[in-house]
C-alpha cells in the first residue's frame, strides 16, 4: 500500500537549519507531484512547497527563499531543506502525495520547534 514516513524534525534554534525527509513506497514516485503542508499548534493547515511531476517547484511567500523542495527519485524520497528558520515556522509538517488537485495520501508527519 502507498506509504509516506517523514523524518528529520527536532528542535533548532532561529537562523538554523533542518532537512525533512519523506520516504514513500507503494506507488510510482515519479510521476506524482508532492506537496509539504505544515499545521502550527491550534491553527489551520498551511500549503508550504509543492514539486511537481516534471520537477517544476512552487512555494508559499512565507518560505520563498529560505526553503527548497527537492526529490530523489532512485531512492523514491522527498525532501525539504528549511534555512533560515524562524519561530513562525514551527509546526507538524507533512508530506502528501497529490492526485491532481486532491491530496490523496498523507504521512504522519513530523514536528519542527524553532526556538532559542
Known amino acids: 500500500q502507498v506509504q509516506l514516513v517523514e523524518s528529520g524534525g527536532g528542535l533548532v534554534q532561529p537562523g538554523g537549519s533542518l532537512r525533512l525527509s519523506c520516504a514513500t513506497s507503494?506507488?510510482?514516485?515519479?510521476?506524482?507531484?508532492m506537496t509539504w503542508v505544515r499545521q502550527a499548534l491550534g491553527k489551520g493547515l498551511e500549503w508550504v512547497s509543492d514539486?511537481?511531476?516534471?520537477?517544476?517547484?512552487s512555494y508559499a511567500d512565507s518560505v520563498k527563499g529560505r526553503f527548497t523542495i527537492s526529490r530523489d527519485i532512485a531512492k523514491n524520497t522527498l525532501y525539504l531543506q528549511m534555512n533560515n528558520l524562524k519561530p513562525e515556522d514551527t509546526a507538524v509538517y507533512y508530506c502528501?502525495?497529490?492526485?491532481?488537485?486532491?491530496?490523496?495520501?498523507w504521512g504522519q508527519g513530523t514536528q519542527v520547534t524553532v526556538s532559542s
Open positions: 514539486i511537481h511531476d516534471g520537477g517544476s517547484t
Open positions: 502528501v502525495r497529490r492526485e491532481g488537485v486532491r491530496f490523496a495520501t
Open positions: 507503494g506507488f510510482t514516485f515519479r510521476v506524482f507531484p
